[in-house]
């Protein structure tokens, strides 16, 4: 599996809806070609920021069909799958195949939660079924996937990666990896991302890599080159735009720092709600601190 060109700055893309809450296709296409001009080094499509725990299958398969057709040659997208059992994953990732995504990005079930052996097994038949390299979504409070407990995913021949939102736990899985090759660590800690480069990340699967696409690649080149003083610069600029969407519910957050910066990629999808007048107002200095406006 060609796992290791899945590296550095992949967003996790918006879906913009249209006001009778259809998928916006041309606003949609917009924001891809944004983000790729920023020049991302990948894309991840219906994950969280995505919105995808409230998209339809049909919906789902779409939005990948879009990404698609935008990806430049070479560029890797993963498919993000947010459902419930092992049947729903593995309906929306054998389209996801069809379509010729380079990866899964794969949420454990949220609902009930599972056991290590329930998850094991999960995560055993997706890879087994699709053949696909997988990456561990590891967001879900009622299921959480322990540091020991990636080391042995790391069995399963499909299973490479693990998108951790905890930096305690990507400092500890990045420790307890360093000795398997095909391990990556990818980082959602969004207002620690430079410090999780430091501790071995392979990149970023981000919200803020969405929301600020230029300065996080700078900010991830900037690493690479050892200049860290500009990474650390950008940190410092950029955690005012997380503080901005960290709390919950936080896809509405998110399109709003879009639109305050001229992307219009409409509304979330209810109960998500849009943020106040007030929180508009912390979101455009936060913006304005940034140089994003």
Known sequence: MACANIEGMIPPVVVPFTADGEIDEKAFRTDLRYLIK??????????????GAVLSDHELRRCLEIVMEERPAGMPVLAGVIRNSTLEVLRCAKTA?????????????????????????????????????????????????GSDDFVKLLEIEEVFGIKQVDPVKHAETSV??????????????????????????????????????????????????????????????????????????????????????????????LPSVMPTGEELEAMKAALKYAGLT
Not at 125 to 140: D, S, W
Not at 208 to 235: E, H, R, S, Y
Request: hydrophobic share 40%; with cysteine.
């Open 97 to 145: 195949k069809e379509l010729g995504v380079d990866g899964l990005l794969v949420t454990p079930a949220f609902y009930f939660g599972s056991t290590f052996a329930g998850n094991f097994q999960f995560f055993e038949t997706i890879g087994k079924e699709t053949r696909l390299p997988i990456i561990v979504y590891n967001v879900v409070p009622t299921n959480v996937i």
């Open 176 to 269: 307890l990896c360093a000795s398997v090759d095909k391990a990556r660590i990818y980082s959602a800690c969004d207002q620690l991302l430079y410090g999780t480069y430091v501790s071995g990340s392979a990149g970023a699967i981000s919200a803020l890599v969405t929301v600020a696409p230029a300065m996080c690649v700078q900010q991830w080149n900037a690493f690479k080159a050892g200049d860290q003083k500009t990474a650390m610069d950008i940190q410092r600029k950029l955690l005012p735009v997380v503080r901005a969407y960290s709390n919950r519910p936080y896809p509405g957050k998110v399109k709003a720092l879009l639109d305050l910066q001229g992307r219009k990629v409409g509304m979330a999808r």
């Open 38 to 51: 920023a020049g991302v080094h990948g894309m991840s499509c219906g994950g969280s920021t995505g919105e």
